[in-house]
Structure formats: structure tokens, C-alpha cells
């Protein structure tokens, strides 16, 4: 069964960076395209970022492109977004999970907070 953890949250002012972080354990990790996903209150679960399952490619969604960085290590078993030049609109639960018709169960999240 697979077990997702996301850490790394917390509240942070308009333009601060912060680093999330996702372990993976229980799965061919390496085997997988991984994404960050986001919800904001009210609103429909987003992917954010994806990256290939050898990290040589990722892509971006509009609204965080060139401020969002998704990176991983296979040998860690963990998938990385780092998070730069913030804004109040990036406030939600962040989750990971592979991309994927058949997603994994989500993991718990971790929330991320901009405001000031």
C-alpha cells in the first residue's frame, strides 16, 4: 500500500519562499510521473507541477510558472516544490501524488499559508 507524507507548509508573507516536501514509500516511485497538486478552500483539487519519472522534464501551470520549482530523488523516494516570489492566491493544501488515470490514496497534505 502505498503512503504519501507532505510536510513543509506553513504561513509565509507575500513574496517569501518556502520548500515542500513529499516521501513516498511502498510504490516503484521511480517508475512513476510525480505532480503537486493544490486545493484552495472552495475550489477543485489543481496540478501545479509534474515532472517525468527520471526528472529530466517537468511541466508548470500557468499561475505558478517561473515562481515554482518541482525537482525529485529517486533514491530518497521524495518529490520536492520549491515555492518562490509567494502569493496570497497560492494559499490551499498541497498534496502530491503520481500523474496518473489511477491515482494513489492522498495523503494528508500539508497547508500553505501567504498572507500578511
Known amino acids: 500500500q502505498v503512503q504519501l507524507v507532505e510536510s513543509g507548509g506553513g504561513l509565509v508573507l507575500p513574496g517569501g519562499s518556502l520548500r515542500l516536501s513529499c516521501a513516498v514509500s511502498?510504490?516503484?516511485?521511480?517508475?512513476?510521473?510525480m505532480g503537486w497538486y493544490r486545493q484552495a478552500p472552495g475550489k477543485e483539487r489543481e496540478l501545479v507541477a509534474s515532472i517525468t519519472s527520471s526528472g529530466a522534464s517537468s511541466n508548470y501551470a500557468d499561475s505558478v510558472k517561473g515562481r515554482f520549482t518541482i525537482s525529485r530523488d529517486n533514491a530518497k523516494r521524495t518529490v520536492y516544490l520549491q515555492m518562490n516570489s509567494l502569493k496570497p492566491e497560492d494559499t490551499a493544501i498541497y498534496y502530491c501524488n503520481r500523474v496518473a488515470t489511477t491515482k494513489w490514496d492522498w495523503g494528508q497534505g500539508t497547508q500553505v499559508t501567504v498572507s500578511s
Open positions: 511502498g510504490s516503484t516511485f521511480s517508475a512513476n510521473f
